[in-house]
């Protein structure tokens, strides 16, 4: 008898098993709000250690993101920057309308990367001397909306106006503030904020009374309706793990 044919059935039975996991695992194709860049990314890569699932990331703006989706691009699941693309994207049958749900509540702020520059009551946008305020499109960019709301309420619009820088989306509105083009911006705090500390600078919290709630929609399209992983990726986004790192970027849920 070979004493190493028992080792042997052993190291094959678990080759078959590894085998059966990778056969089992997904992919999915997820278009993600440009303010929600950080934590996603968190919980991709906890999701595919936990699952073995692998969700493919690309970020955007919300409105760039329906306009493709539209067309036709393959993505299967869309975490917008707001409530009113995903309703839109149930409405016309181009989602699930009850894979629906509000996976996170934005917190608008205004930032600088220049510490004490910013005041806890927003002041510096009447006083301050500055140049350049960047702001997302609020064509495309519900925290552009955000901002854009904020500075009516203030009564200071007119004023600001010739000032403002504007980024196609989120993220490129964070890059002109933080490399210094823009002297303030109106950004998503979880650009700014990490493990409930701010990373640098100084920040004002927008009040949330100043502007509409930014609620973001989670929905599943059409082309991952039998997505195994788009399912599982949805029921993770609700699970203990994946909202503590959400909170840890300084959203409401």
């Known amino acids: 008898m070979n004493v190493n044919q028992p080792l042997r059935a052993t190291a094959f039975a678990a080759l078959a098993l590894l085998g059966g996991v990778a056969a089992q695992a997904a992919e999915v194709s997820v278009a993600v709000a440009a303010n929600f860049t950080a934590p996603m990314q ?15 990331l690309s970020f955007g703006a919300t409105g760039k ?27 016309e049958g181009r989602g699930l309308p009850d894979s629906r749900f509000t996976y ?3 917190q608008l702020v205004l930032w600088s990367p220049k510490p004490g520059y910013v005041d806890d009551k ?31 309420k203030l009564g200071i619009t007119a004023q600001v106006q010739p000032r403002i820088v504007m980024g196609e989306n989120i993220a490129q509105t964070y890059q002109f503030a933080a490399t210094g083009n823009a002297q303030l911006g109106f ?37 991952g309706k039998d997505n195994e992983a788009a399912t599982e990726l949805m029921k993770y986004l609700r699970a203990d793990k994946a909202r503590a790192i959400i909170r840890s970027y300084g959203y409401g849920l």
């Open 187 to 223: 950004v998503a705090l979880s650009q700014v904020m990490e493990n409930g500390k701010l990373r640098e600078g100084s920040a004002w919290q927008v009040p949330a009374a100043m502007h509409e709630s930014i609620r973001q929609d989670a929905i599943v399209l059409h082309s």
């Open 122 to 152: 927003g002041e510096v946008l009447k006083t301050g001397d500055y140049r350049h305020i960047a702001v997302a499109n609020p064509k495309l960019a519900p925290y552009g909306t955000a901002a854009m709301e904020v500075l009516d």
């Open 42 to 56: 968190k919980i991709a890569a906890e999701f595919e250690k936990d699952t073995g699932h692998k969700a493919l």
């Open 104 to 106: 996170a509540i934005g």
């Open 65 to 91: 993101f329906y306009a493709q989706i539209v067309n036709g691009a393959p993505f299967q699941i869309l975490l917008a920057a707001d409530d009113t693309t995903p309703g839109k994207i149930a409405k």
